[in-house]
């Protein structure tokens, strides 16, 4: 048990991956590198949480293979107690923050002197306006349905685990039993989502989206992804507020049946990767004509 | 919180052109010489339900295992796409390349924990005379695709459900009658259903059971190799399981005295509590110790289903 990274390296593109454990013992994080032969910039992925990895893990993967494919190198990572990393006992996004900074490090000592851009997935894009807030330089951003602030997040998240057992066939005296996870949860109480264990710090964690936007200076891309023709109000508001304060904010909704849900094949994710792709190319640099290329991960290779 | 952290792990790219990702597990403590390949498929989070493979992974190296947690084609780091989910393909190629990496780490006995589709996984490579235990957490025991299993059920499994509405007199009401009607329908369907069809699955020898589960099962027990079915008493696996003890699990389980069932509180299949998952390590921990012995001690004696 010596080396703490993986590496292989695809024959045809000279794309390298790198997986492994960054920091010290008892304080490891797990980090996936991309790194294609020559690289324009670099691109920091903070992951979502909880329930939501198995909808947006596989997305985050497709997605850094898209950026090389376009000369972007980017960084994965799981939070500490989340993953392959080392248990937390408390997953709070404070924590996640000093992961995504460890992240950040492992990729500029990759490929130094890039300009860096951050792309928060969901309940990530709470980490990922801080990290930005926190570069200095006016790094562009794009976030994923995001999550306007923790509540908000696992108050969807209970929801959507209430209606799954409706459908399942849940009794109402079953669901009624249930019926305050997040006033539970406030008061310390253990509360499952989805199988997964919230941790009570989440809940106090009382950090927004906007808030952290605001205080970065780079342009922000917002991508909505399922049925919904028209973006939600509380991101319309948000989107609105920050072109309205001057800055170069956009939204993207991308119509799909299946939205971020997983189904027995592959998460829809094409469209996805594509816009967010082609919005980091344009601000960032980098080759226009690999980006659109087939995916290859179809043939098994990077 | 286990004392067992990344520290004693070692991620690694392995199978045909390195496509397959997985993490490497050193025991912390007196080795026993036993390597555990951790199969997981049914599950797109890379470490397993609320990190079920990790947590598991730690504990067994706390005892004194080797393990592999591994992804397969399509999930986490792995590379290449998923092809679709069906009880009948499990991913195979997979969990020989899991196993034949944890050889080239010079282990000579091996053993496989599958979860879900996994667990079919793990069987299919089962014919390995260096394969020394296996377990089957909330395993598919019939073939179908997901949301399909009512389809797949057959006749029989039907009229035990209504057998036991009737029991428990739940067609007193409504909602008890509208479901000993479904069950009704359902059985004559599936009757219809499998009327001219091979017997592939669900009749014939391996009555009531995929026969790719139940012919490895059948090798195994002459082998008398130990094989743990670990179901929650929340799982609709678990009733698959019971009515294919009554068909053809039936010769495997008299067979042998080493194939095992431990049924705990709560849904194993889509794991729903953590603290099932913490019961799900514990028991299979615990299995697996108990079950393989360290080289130079005696067997030790597990009881039938």
Same mark, same amino acid.
Request: proline content about 7%; aromatic content about 4%.
């Given at each position: ?18 997986? #492994?454990?960054? #920091? ?14 020559? /690289? ?33 190198? /980017? ?9 392959? /990393? ?131 200076? #780079? ?80 043939? #098994?290779?990077? | ?11 690694v790219y392995f199978g045909?052109?390195d496509d397959l990702f997985g ?17 997981? =498929? ?28 591994y ?26 390349a899991a196993?034949d990496l944890?050889?080239a ?44 299993? =009512? ?33 009704? =329908? ?21 009555? =009531? ?97």
């Amino acid at each position: 048990m010596q080396a703490r990274f993986a590496t292989r390296t695809d024959r045809f593109t000279a794309t390298t991956e790198r997986a #492994g454990f960054l #920091g010290a013992p008892g304080r490891q994080v797990f980090a996936a590198l991309t790194l294609p032969g020559t /690289s324009t910039a670099a691109v920091v992925v903070c992951p979502s949480i909880l329930h939501d990895i198995e909808h947006t893990d596989r997305r985050e993967v497709a997605l850094a293979h898209a950026l090389a494919r376009a000369g972007m190198a /980017s960084v994965r990572f799981h939070p500490r107690g989340a993953g392959h /990393s080392d248990d937390l006992a408390d997953l709070s996004l404070d924590a996640m923050r000093e992961d995504a900074e460890a992240a950040l490090a492992a990729l500029r000592e990759a490929v130094p002197d890039r300009p860096i851009a951050v792309v928060g997935v969901r309940a990530g894009g709470l980490v990922a306006a801080r990290l930005v807030a926190g570069l200095g330089a006016a790094a562009p951003l794009v976030l994923w349905e995001p999550a306007p602030d923790a509540r908000s997040f696992l108050k969807d998240g209970f929801r959507a685990a209430r209606m799954t057992r409706l459908v399942g066939g849940a009794t109402a005296e079953e669901l009624d039993a249930d019926r305050s996870p997040l006033e539970r949860l406030a008061a310390g109480e253990p509360v499952a989502l989805h199988g997964y264990r919230v941790p009570p710090a989440l809940l106090r964690d009382e950090a927004t989206l906007d808030a952290g936007v605001r205080a970065g200076r #780079g342009a922000v891309l917002v991508v909505q992804l399922g049925p919904r023709p028209k973006l939600a109000p509380a991101l319309r508001r948000l989107v609105d507020g920050w072109a309205a304060g001057g800055r170069d904010a956009g939204a993207v909704v991308l119509e799909h049946p299946d939205g971020w849900l997983v189904t027995a094949s592959e998460p829809a994710h094409e469209a996805l990767v594509e816009v967010t792709v082609g919005w980091l190319r344009d601000r960032l640099g980098g080759h226009v004509a690999d980006a659109a290329g087939a995916d290859p991960m179809t043939a #098994g290779a990077l | 919180m286990s004392p067992v952290d990344a520290t004693a792990e070692r991620p690694v790219y392995f199978g045909p052109d390195d496509d397959l990702f997985g993490v490497l597990t050193a025991p912390t403590g007196a080795a026993r010489g036993v390597g555990v390949a951790l199969m997981n =498929w049914g599950n797109w989070d890379p470490a397993g339900p609320d990190r079920l493979l990790v947590r598991l992974a730690r504990r067994l190296a706390d005892d004194g295992f080797h393990s592999l947690r591994y992804n397969v084609r399509g999930v986490g780091e792995s590379r290449g796409r998923v092809a679709g989910f069906h009880g009948g393909s499990p991913p195979v190629d997979e969990a020989a390349a899991a196993l034949d990496l944890l050889r080239a780490e010079g282990i000579t006995r091996l053993a496989t924990v599958g979860y879900c589709l996994g667990a079919r996984a793990g069987l299919a490579v089962s014919a390995a005379p260096d394969v020394v235990a296996h377990a089957l957490l909330a395993p598919v025991l019939l073939d179908f695709r997901p949301t399909d299993r =009512w389809r797949a059920l057959p006749a029989a499994a039907h009229l035990v459900g209504l057998r036991g509405d009737l029991r428990r007199r739940s067609i007193r009401t409504p909602d008890g009658r509208r479901r000993a009607l479904r069950r009704l =329908w359902a059985a004559a369907a599936a009757v219809e259903r499998h009327r001219g069809r091979p017997p592939s699955t669900g009749r014939g020898r391996h009555r =009531w059971v995929a026969t790719g589960l139940a012919a490895p099962l059948e090798d195994l027990a002459a082998r008398r190799v130990p094989v743990l079915f670990l179901f929650g008493d929340a799982d609709a696996y678990l009733d698959d399981f019971r009515l294919a003890r009554l068909g053809g699990l039936r010769r495997p389980l008299r067979r042998s005295d080493r194939i095992e069932l431990r049924v705990i509180a709560g849904q194993v299949h889509r794991i729903d509590d953590p603290a099932v998952g913490r019961r799900v390590v514990d028991a299979t921990a615990e299995w697996l110790a108990a079950s393989i012995p360290a080289v130079g001690d005696p067997a030790p004696s597990t009881s039938a289903p």
